[in-house]
């Protein structure tokens, strides 16, 4: 359902539009990054054509209601005319997997209105596949509609995309990404916000991530912006560094550890710039540490902010260029 989806919401209400004034495409290529939730809306849409009790609401034109039959059957994958086609164990998806549904796009779909053909990962499509669609997508049959979904959506042959209309799904909020990873991932809110500081707006990414190591490293960021908040001396500022590198043991894990801990940092940083120059709050991707980092904003105002993440993504550029991370992060401490 579009009301399940989180964030997109611009682009969501131009789909239930088009849905509920039957203008949608009959085919479209979804595209953007991965782990955003580009195939959780192409089954809102194969939910939304074939519901058997639609609604609308003020924010969707069009949405499925998610408790009839049609809705539950695409939901648990057993609709007769919602086809989900993805890459096998091969990693690819082969011209056989296509030739089914070219065949059954001839014939009006059993019980649906529309038929959906949803292809998850379009771009694993070999060569020879995406062929054997393109005279369909050319002539698409009038009760079929074909959603790809891709986060490298230029791996598909030209002759494919220009056949498909464009949706480009943009990266979550960090806050969004926490909502997701609260809903339906279990997640509880500090582990979810640490999680989401760190995903570059992808669910998929905080999914994949060590969230018990991303808590840590916030707390560490966290502690550092208290420690500089308040001590001006070098030395005091010097002995923090063992804290930030010192809990791996081996070298890598320290690089890892601080390479956490600095983007959890340039994280908070960007919040404290948010607080310090009265921007919308909700855009706070550590919102639940937001008492916490109001409280930091009297030592670190707008411009001082911007000067320590300036400072931390330096630290992350050296790091990445194989600098010692204790000589980074004795650097950094300084600079911030
Ligand atoms: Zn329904």
Do not use: K, T
């Given at each position: 359902m579009f009301s399940s989806i989180l964030g997109h919401r611009r682009l969501i209400s131009l789909v239930s539009r088009a849905i509920a004034r039957e203008t949608l495409p009959p085919a479209l290529l979804l595209a953007g990054?991965?782990?955003?939730g580009k195939r959780r809306a192409a089954m809102a849409i194969a939910c939304a054509v074939n519901c058997l009790q639609p609604r609308s609401t003020s924010e969707w034109e069009r949405d499925a209601c998610g408790e009839c039959a049609s809705c539950r059957r695409i939901m648990r994958g057993v609709h007769p005319d919602v086809i989900v086609i993805e890459p096998g164990d091969t990693g690819s998806i082969k011209i056989d997997q296509v030739r089914d549904v070219v065949d059954r796009a001839g014939y009006r779909p059993f019980e649906g209105r529309r038929r959906v053909v949803v292809i998850d990962?379009?771009?694993?499509?070999?060569p020879a596949a995406q062929n054997a669609l393109l005279k369909t997508l050319e002539e698409p049959p009038s009760a079929s509609i074909f959603l790809l979904v891709s986060?490298?959506?230029?791996?598909?042959?030209p002759t494919v995309r220009s056949r498909c209309p464009r949706i480009r799904f943009g990266a979550l909020s960090p806050s969004e990404v926490a909502a997701a990873l609260m809903r339906d991932?279990?997640?509880?809110e500090p582990d979810a916000r640490a999680a989401a500081a760190d995903a570059d707006g992808s669910i998929g990414r905080a999914l994949a991530a060590e969230s018990a190591d991303l808590t840590e490293a916030r707390a560490d960021a966290r502690h550092v912006l208290e420690q500089t908040a308040r001590a001006g001396d070098p030395t005091h500022r010097l002995e923090m560094v063992k804290e930030l590198t010192g809990k791996k043991g081996s070298s890598a894990g320290e690089r890892d550890q601080l390479s956490a801990c600095l983007r959890a940092l340039a994280s908070l940083l960007r919040d404290l710039g948010i607080l310090a120059t009265g921007?919308?709050?909700?855009?706070?991707?550590?919102a639940d540490l937001e008492p916490q980092l109001e409280r930091l904003t009297s030592a670190f105002d707008s411009e001082r902010s911007l000067r320590a993440y300036a400072a931390v993504d330096r630290a992350l550029g050296a790091l990445e260029r194989n600098a010692s991370p204790k000589v980074v992060a004795d650097w950094l401490v300084l600079q911030i």
């Open positions: 990054p991965a782990g955003v990962e379009a771009d694993a499509l070999m986060s490298i959506p230029d791996a598909l042959l991932h279990g997640y509880s921007a919308d709050r909700r855009s706070l991707a550590n």
